[in-house]
């Protein structure tokens, strides 16, 4: 079976990091654009970042910009968000996505989803 897997969630302090890692198995990841997404309670689903196939494009939400990086290794099937400088706005579930094609960083563009895993920052 086909899964994405999320891990290293968790709570931290504002101003501190986590790497989230978003793990693929049942099929190559490398094949994929990958997406990071997060929904707050009460809040649509947003963008955090997005990265082509070969990681040779990436794109981030102005909120992250500067704090968060994306980067994948496709001989482990793994993507990773590296994210510092955390803020309680970050607190959310964080999901990541496989779609396609590197065209608009969207949760509609990305069909195929992760459990998500919880990030709370908090003093």
């Known amino acids: 079976q086909s899964q994405l897997v999320e891990s290293g969630g968790g709570l931290v302090q504002p101003g501190g990091s986590l790497r989230l890692s978003c793990v693929a198995s049942?099929?190559?990841?490398?094949?994929?654009?990958i997406g990071w997404f997060r929904q707050a309670p009460g809040k649509e689903r947003e963008e955090v970042s997005c990265?082509?196939?070969?990681?040779?494009?990436?794109n981030y939400a102005d909120s992250v910009k500067g704090r968060f990086t994306i980067s994948r290794d496709n001989a482990k099937n793994t993507v990773y968000l590296q994210m510092n400088s955390l803020k309680p706005e970050d607190t959310a579930v964080y999901y990541c996505?496989?779609?396609?094609?590197?065209?608009?960083?969207?949760?509609?563009?990305?069909?195929?989803w992760g459990q998500g895993t919880q990030v709370t920052v908090s003093s």
């Open positions: 996505a496989a779609g396609l094609l590197f065209s608009r960083c969207v949760p509609s563009r990305f069909p195929w």
């Open positions: 990265i082509s196939s070969s990681g040779g494009s990436t």
């Open positions: 049942g099929f190559t990841l490398g094949r994929y654009a």
